[in-house]
């Protein structure tokens, strides 16, 4: 499947507009495109008591997990930031997506300046946490 990063992207810019950040005013948008072209939006959801809040990536994940798709419909993740350069994942959303997506799966950062890099689980988290260390 092509993947369209730049509409990916832009998705990801509209579900930023859905963050609620009222304490730290750091807007983060997500979108995660699965093999039949299904896209799920995530955006950053803050609490006062901050370990309860949600980042985009997880929110978007989760969103198509809840849906019933599985690790191996998903091909692709935007996340985009007011960021100096491309907005990169939280560790927690780094163990997330080394879990939840194929270790190749594109991860599309970007800021709203239009600056871009591209990589995978693997390389966000080369050593990840996994099942097999149960």
């Given at each position: 499947?092509?993947?369209?990063e730049n509409k990916l992207l832009e998705?990801?810019?509209?579900?930023?507009?859905?963050?609620?950040?009222?304490?730290?005013?750091?807007?983060?948008?997500?979108?995660?495109?699965?093999?039949?072209?299904?896209?799920?939006?995530?955006?950053?959801?803050?609490?006062?008591?901050?370990?309860?809040?949600?980042?985009?990536?997880?929110?978007?994940?989760?969103?198509?997990?809840?849906?019933?798709?599985k690790k191996e419909e998903f091909v692709?993740?935007?996340?985009?930031?007011?960021?100096?350069?491309?907005?990169?994942?939280?560790?927690?959303?780094?163990?997330?997506?080394?879990?939840?997506?194929?270790?190749?799966?594109?991860?599309?950062m970007s800021n709203l300046k239009g600056?871009?890099?591209?990589?995978?689980?693997?390389?966000?988290?080369?050593?990840?946490?996994?099942?097999?260390?149960?």
């Amino acid at each position: 499947m092509e993947i369209d990063e730049n509409k990916l992207l832009e998705d990801a810019l509209e579900a930023r507009k859905l963050s609620y950040s009222p304490y730290s005013h750091f807007a983060v948008g997500a979108a995660l495109l699965c093999r039949d072209g299904s896209v799920y939006p995530g955006a950053n959801i803050e609490n006062s008591s901050y370990p309860l809040s949600l980042c985009a990536e997880r929110n978007a994940i989760f969103n198509a997990m809840m849906d019933g798709r599985k690790k191996e419909e998903f091909v692709a993740l935007a996340l985009i930031a007011d960021t100096e350069a491309p907005c990169s994942p939280c560790g927690s959303c780094r163990q997330v997506m080394s879990e939840l997506l194929p270790s190749d799966t594109p991860i599309i950062m970007s800021n709203l300046k239009g600056d871009k890099k591209v990589t995978t689980p693997a390389e966000l988290l080369p050593f990840a946490f996994s099942g097999e260390d149960l």
